[in-house]
Nanobody, 121 residues
Framework: QVTLQESGGGLVQSGGSLRLTCEAS???????MAWFRQAPGKEREFVAL????????FYADSVKGRFTISQDNALNTVDLQMNSLKDEDTAVYYC???????????????WGQGTQVTVAS
């Protein structure tokens, strides 16, 4: 049973920062860890990913330069540092684990429950 648990969401003012953490029960060296988000009435969208081996990262254009994904091998955690937050970043943020370097949600096998991020102007 693989579990992913997100934390760190909350309410922040526009222009502020938040750091999300995803704690995984297991991560393999071949794993790809990703963050997705889903705003009300919208489809789930890719935010960022990191390949566990090699630490290769990839970002959605909408967050590039503002968000940073990182991993801690010892703790089996993946963080998402979010800076310069905008109203449109408001969403439920989900952590996911897969085995492919992919930006589409179906490529990921395991998902967390999500954490709410609300950016207030």
């Amino acid at each position: 049973q693989v579990t992913l648990q997100e934390s760190g969401g909350g309410l922040v003012q526009s222009g502020g920062s938040l750091r999300l953490t995803c704690e995984a029960s297991s991560i393999y060296s071949s794993s790809v860890m990703a963050w997705f988000r889903q705003a009300p009435g919208k489809e789930r969208e890719f935010v960022a990913l990191i390949r566990w081996r090699g630490r290769n990262t990839f970002y959605a254009d909408s967050v590039k330069g503002r968000f940073t994904i990182s991993q801690d091998n010892a703790l089996n955690t993946v963080d998402l540092q979010m800076n310069s937050l905008k109203d449109e970043d408001t969403a439920v943020y989900y952590c996911a684990r897969g085995s492919r370097y992919a930006t589409n949600a179906p490529a990921y096998d395991y998902w967390g429950q999500g954490t709410q991020v609300t950016v207030a102007s």
